[in-house]
């Protein structure tokens, strides 16, 4: 989770996305990837913006992906996406 005035895929303590997830008990995936974001006030504008970068669009589209999972705080956003793991 960001704190306020952070953001970004590795954490303020030092985690990563891959860290996270395997911590949180996703585990035995083949493919995970996250997309992040902060300062957009709705869905809509967030998403507009991930559209417009295509290497947030490769990870929305990953044709492997079967489990995604989506979080706001405020104004800090988070996409993560993985493949074939169990929780």
């Not at 035995?28 to 970068?53: H, I, K, P, T, Y």
Request: proline residues 1%; charged residues 15%; hydrophobic residues 40%.
């Amino acid at each position: 989770m960001a704190s306020h005035g952070f953001m970004g895929h590795v954490g303020s303590d030092g985690s990563t996305f891959v860290s996270r997830a395997n911590g949180h008990g996703y585990v035995r995936w083949n493919r995970v990837s996250e997309n992040v974001a902060a300062g957009q006030r709705s869905v809509e504008e967030v998403l507009a913006d991930w559209l417009r970068s295509s290497g947030h669009v490769a990870s929305i589209l990953d044709p492997w992906v079967n489990h995604a999972g989506f979080a706001r705080v405020d104004n800090h956003w988070t996409q993560d996406f993985g493949a074939n793991g169990t929780c």
